[in-house]
C-alpha cells in the first residue's frame, strides 16, 4: 500500500490524536470537578461536554452560572469566546472542499485547539488533509472529552473540598504547555516572530482592556495579532 495513503486514512487520525489525549483527559476530569463544585449534576455536565464541546467556554459557563449571569450573557460570552474557531476553520478548510457541506460542517464543528494544531502540523509537512483522517482526529479528541467530563463529574462528587484543589486553573496550564512545546522545535527566526506577536498580543490586550470588558478585550486582541502573524509570516 501506497505509504501516503495510509497515513490519511481514519485509524492513522486516530493515532495522531494520542498524543493530545492526555491534555483532554485531565482538562476533562478537572471541569467534571469543576461542574459539581458549581451545582451542575452529572447528566448536565455531560450535556454541555457534548453540546458545547470547547473547555474554554465550560469553565466560563461554570463561573457566569455560580455568579448567577442572566441566560442571555452566559449564551453571548460563550458565542463570542468560540468565535475563533471561525478562523481555525478557515485556515483547514481550503484543503476539504472536495467534501460536501453536511460533512465540512461536521470537520468545523468537532474541530479544536489541539485538533486544529495537530492538522495544521500535517498541513505543514504534507500540504494536504484527508476527510476520513479528519474524522478519526476529530472523533478521538471528542469522545474522550466527553468521557473525561462525566467521569470527572462522578469523582467530583466524591471530593470533599474540589473548589480549594484549584482545578480552574488546569486549562490555563495545558495551554502554556502547548505553547512551550510548540515553540521547542522552531528555528530562531521563527521563535522570534512568535515571541514578538505574544509580545504584541499582551500590549494589545492591555490596552483594550481599558475601554472593552475582558473578553472582548481578548477577542479582538486575537483577531488583530491573528492577522498581523498571517500578514508578517514568511
Known amino acids: 500500500m501506497d505509504q501516503s495513503i495510509h497515513e490519511h486514512t481514519f485509524f492513522q487520525g486516530v493515532k495522531d490524536c494520542l498524543p493530545t489525549l492526555l491534555g483532554y483527559i485531565s482538562i476533562g476530569l478537572a471541569f467534571g470537578v469543576i461542574g459539581i463544585t458549581s451545582n451542575l449534576s452529572v447528566l448536565e455536565i455531560f450535556l454541555l461536554s457534548v453540546l458545547v464541546y470547547a473547555g474554554s467556554a465550560q469553565f466560563i459557563f461554570c463561573g457566569l452560572y455560580v455568579a448567577g449571569a442572566p441566560v ?26 472536495r467534501y460536501s457541506s453536511l460533512r465540512n460542517i ?42 473525561s467530563c462525566t467521569i470527572g463529574g462522578l469523582v467530583g462528587k466524591w471530593l470533599p473540598d474540589a473548589q480549594g484543589l484549584g482545578l480552574d486553573f488546569a486549562l490555563v496550564a495545558m495551554f502554556v504547555a502547548l505553547l512551550v512545546l510548540n515553540l521547542v522545535d522552531v528555528g530562531k527566526n521563527k521563535l522570534m516572530h512568535y515571541l514578538k506577536l505574544i509580545g504584541w498580543m499582551a500590549i494589545i490586550m492591555y490596552i483594550l482592556s481599558y475601554f472593552l470588558p475582558g473578553h472582548l478585550a481578548v477577542l479582538i486582541a486575537t483577531v488583530i495579532v491573528a492577522s498581523i502573524g498571517v500578514v508578517t509570516e514568511k
Not at 112 to 124: I, Q, R, Y
Request: proline share 1%; charged share 15%.
Open 106 to 147: 461536521g470537520f468545523g464543528t468537532l474541530l479544536t485547539d489541539e485538533t486544529f494544531g495537530v492538522a495544521v502540523t500535517k498541513l505543514s509537512k504534507e500540504n494536504r488533509l484527508d476527510g476520513n483522517w479528519m474524522d478519526g482526529l476529530n472523533l478521538t479528541a471528542y469522545l474522550t472529552w466527553i468521557a
Open 72 to 97: 442571555s450573557v452566559i449564551i453571548i460570552t460563550t458565542f463570542i469566546v468560540n468565535l475563533r474557531h471561525v478562523l481555525m476553520s478557515f485556515t483547514v478548510a481550503p484543503h476539504l472542499t
